[in-house]
């Protein structure tokens, strides 16, 4: 059975809200930023242990009775609201109800206790499980729960997006301890402000390390200095100290001591549940979290596992074509209405095809049968592409593959797409294979990617052959109003795509014309529209005194 992995929710939602931008906001205006990094730290979690047996962990109470019955002060630092005893933020809040419920439906099972944290949960289901077990949280307290034994690790999100994994064998170097429990009196001693732990005054953890190293524990560290031991670390100052804060330093270790006896309720071998796609489409409506979404049902897709859950194959060919119903008066069987139809969209680095890089990528059939990807771009991502589609830098080192490699899947997507005689639709389309031909020839110069390409149709390209006289812009923001699609979540390669699908649906219905060309017809007609429609700017341009104006017509990429 694979590894169980627990993740350790608040700490990683905490991270999400105060490091992805919170411009990222659903149709109410409210943030989602904490909801997307969550989703995606579980998503990164999947593939990186190739396991779908993942446990959300939650606090039920962060400042349990039992904690504070021992050390009042334990946490009391982060109350924000006294009467509520809440410490999180209302912009937090309100994004955990919608996490919640995507998980959940998604089949990843959220695992709290009354009256406990997540600490409490994390230690009995380690302690309960009969395979390797990994937590992923940054909070340190939970290194005293690695066990070699029981082989239960810690994985810590680190700066840059990378992720530290500290095993048994990695405690000596890392800190200077043995093991799990010494590591929990090396943390008494050093303390943690943030959690109300006050230490022992002058004693940091390099320190508390030698101390334990050379007299083996912390009771052993006391008696020492009672002794008037003036060896192995311990001065005499060091020495009053330690005999001065032993009933706080007890306290503290009690405190740390997590709870391996709750009862949370979950089958361990029974996990992940059941992915329930109708319920996780209904939780992520109108919050601007598709791609996201995407990623982890791929992810839980794309596990090798052996608890039973079926791999999700997506962008799998129907066996009819809803679509072409809707189509009128159609006479050609080869029309490219009548087609398999598959929206294509990215999001980038940039506006310069030549330079951009891929950040996301999506290819779409339908709100239920779609593929996601987030690249790690292996440059800079500029402000104002941030500002757009919402990916940091950061986010994308954290959780994005090689760029290489998702070229290569996309190529590979392509390529199955022709074979099949799909058409694959975009708005603006020229753009998409444009960056696409620039990011092969950098990261796979073997590919001849213009030979791959399926029929392709550009609603920019239609949309000006049918209301050719429209004024406005022509962005697909504006051409969904105009055409009546909804275009839920702007500049996410998925839900972009997706729209890009159904302008193409409304286009064809208004247009006998074009709905009628059968795939080569439309990808020769194109072109010559393309062609046309740049010259025409080019003359209005020059018209209105820019001389030197040239607009390109080459598609369908430059």
Known sequence: MKPLVLIDTPALYYRAFYSVPDSIVNDEGQPVNAVRGVLDAVAQMIRRFDSPRVVATMDADWRPAFRTAIMPEYKAARVKDAEAGTEIPPELAVQLPIMTRVLQSAGIPIAEVDGTEADDVIATMAAQSRTPVVIVSPDRDLLALIDEAA??????????????????ADLPEAYGVPDGTRYRELAAMRGDPSDGLPG????????????????????????AAKAGVKTGGL???????????????????????????????????????????AAVETAARDQNIRRSVDNLIAALGSADTDSGTSTIAPIQA??????????????????????????????????????ARIVTAAFVESVDNSRTWLADPGVEIPEPARAVHGITTEFAQANGAPVAEVVAELCAVLSDL?????????????????????????????????????????????????????????????????????????????????????????????????????????MAAQGDWKRAQAADLQSWLRRKGNAEAVVDGSWPMA
């Not at 680190?158 to 095993?167: C, D, F, T």
């Not at 005054?201 to 390390?209: D, S, V």
């Not at 020495?239 to 997590?258: G, P, Q």
């Open 151 to 168: 082989d239960v690790s810690v994985l810590r999100p680190r700066k840059g997006g990378e992720w530290e994994a500290i095993s048994q």
């Open 418 to 522: 022709r074979s099949e005689g799909a058409v694959v639709v975009g708005h603006n389309i020229v753009y998409d294979l444009s960056v696409m031909a620039a990011e092969v020839k950098r990261h796979q110069p073997h590919i001849d990617f213009a030979a791959l390409l399926p029929t392709i149709v550009d609603t920019f390209v239609l949309d000006k052959r049918v209301e050719q006289f429209r004024r406005g812009k022509r962005t697909l923001t504006e051409t969904a109003k105009r055409w009546n699609v909804t275009l839920l979540d702007a500049h996410d390669a998925a839900a972009d795509a997706l729209a890009a699908l159904d302008i193409s649906r409304a286009l064809a219905e208004s247009s006998e014309e074009i709905a009628n060309l059968t795939r080569a017809d439309i």
């Open 235 to 277: 001065s005499p100052k060091r020495a009053a100290t330690l005999i001065e804060e032993e009933d706080t330093l007890y306290k503290t270790v009690e405190v740390m001591r997590c709870l391996t006896d709750v009862a949370h309720g979950l089958d361990l071998e029974s996990v992940p549940g059941e992915l329930d796609r």
């Open 200 to 223: 022992a005054p002058g004693i940091g953890e390099k320190t508390a390390a030698t101390l334990l190293s050379n007299f083996g524990s912390l009771a052993s560290v006391i008696k």
């Open 318 to 355: 129907p066996a009819a074509q809803p679509a072409a119903a809707s189509v009128p008066n159609l006479s050609t069987a080869d029309s490219w209405s009548q087609s398999r139809l598959v929206g294509f969209d990215l999001e980038t680095t940039g506006v310069d095809p030549s330079t």
